[in-house]
């Protein structure tokens, strides 16, 4: 008897019961026998109506199991793939995990389940997740295995080619000799990402190479104020650096703690005047009060800033400040 004529009948005999206006009384054997048909028609039910194969593959759990199907791996990188990374920060998936990162786990499980089948689309998923992480050596190599016939060579080329020029401007020296070799390395390197904003302006790809120009204006900032003590009017020139972050990076996702670098130089600046004029005669309250006054209007900016991850950081420095100023004030007199 075959399963699905088996389930007819089971189903067949159960209809006739109802029939009857008074249920046959069941001793304890009908009833366990009842139970175990009953157990052994959802069984088979169960085989029917799931699909061959629609078990996850292998022992992992949770977003790092391996999938049976390889349009379940690539469907969230692909609605993904658009996203400004520089405006936005990465996707996270339901997982709470990284989505890029995950998706090359994913492919990699998948492909150590099923090694010969869709090579081509795994490659190019791959190439395109490493370019969203900034791996762009790995991303080119990813594209280069997908040749013809697969209809996504000629994609895989020009990614390659794209990833290319990436993994070329990211392998640029960023230090030199002394300070000024630095930051004029710095500088050759922020103009051959600058070369790439304008080749790739309008695509997916042109965040990517913002995400990158801001890093490097970020770590020529942090050069210029560490270094500030040693170079003319190094004040001056470290407060125009971070200014110059938060102007020309108003629309990254980075703003937040743009602002607070900015917060830290004016607070630094406060302690260092409050420390440098210890005698009560020398200390001009005024001149400190406005000092830690530009500290806490740019903290309280992030402090207030709703939807900000760096919200919570603002306010402890702020807190943190302004019980300094009450401490320093109180102290003198």
């Known amino acids: 008897m075959t399963a699905s004529r088996f389930v007819g009948n089971a189903l067949a005999e159960g209809r006739g019961w109802g029939k009857n206006l008074r249920a046959p009384r069941l001793t304890r054997g009908t009833r366990a026998m009842g139970a175990r048909m009953r157990m052994l028609v959802a069984v088979v039910f169960t085989l029917l109506v799931l699909p061959p194969g629609s078990s996850r593959a292998g022992d992992a759990t949770g977003g790092f199991a391996p999938y049976e199907d390889l349009v379940e791996v690539v469907a969230e990188l692909t609605w993904h793939l658009r996203d400004d990374t ?34 081509d689309v795994a490659e190019f998923a791959r190439g395109e997740a490493l370019d969203r992480l900034g791996e762009y050596d790995q991303a080119a190599d990813a594209y280069r295995h997908v040749t013809a016939p697969s209809p996504l060579a000629e994609r895989a080329r020009e990614g390659a080619e794209r990833s290319t020029a990436f993994a070329e401007a990211a392998g640029l020296p960023e230090q030199d000799r002394d300070l000024g070799a630095t930051l004029a390395a710095l500088r050759r390197k922020l103009d051959a990402w600058g070369q790439l904003v304008t080749r790739w302006g309008g695509t997916p790809y042109e965040s990517l190479a913002r995400v990158e120009e801001e890093r490097l204006e970020r770590t020529a900032a ?112």
Do not use: M
Not at 243 to 248: A, G, I, N, P, T
Not at 254 to 269: K, T, V
Not at 282 to 302: H, I, N, P, Q, T
């Open 86 to 119: 520089y405006r936005f920060p990465p996707p996270k998936d339901p997982t709470g995990h990284d989505l890029f990162q995950l998706t090359l786990h994913r492919l990699e499980n998948w492909e150590k389940r099923y090694p010969d089948r869709l090579h």
């Open 222 to 333: 942090s050069l210029v104020v560490e270094n500030r003590a040693s170079l003319e009017d190094g004040p001056a020139a470290a407060e125009r650096s971070l200014r110059f972050l938060v102007e020309k990076h108003a629309d990254s996702k980075n703003l937040p703690a743009h602002i607070l670098r900015l917060g830290d130089f004016y607070a630094e600046d406060a302690r260092n005047y409050a420390e440098q004029h210890e005698h009560p005669l020398g200390f001009e309250e005024d001149e400190f009060v406005r000092r830690v006054d530009r500290a806490l209007d740019v903290y309280r900016k992030v402090a207030t800033w709703d939807g900000a991850r760096e919200k919570p950081e603002g306010q402890a420095r702020f807190a943190a400040l302004d019980a300094y100023k009450t401490s320093v004030i109180g102290r003198y007199r």
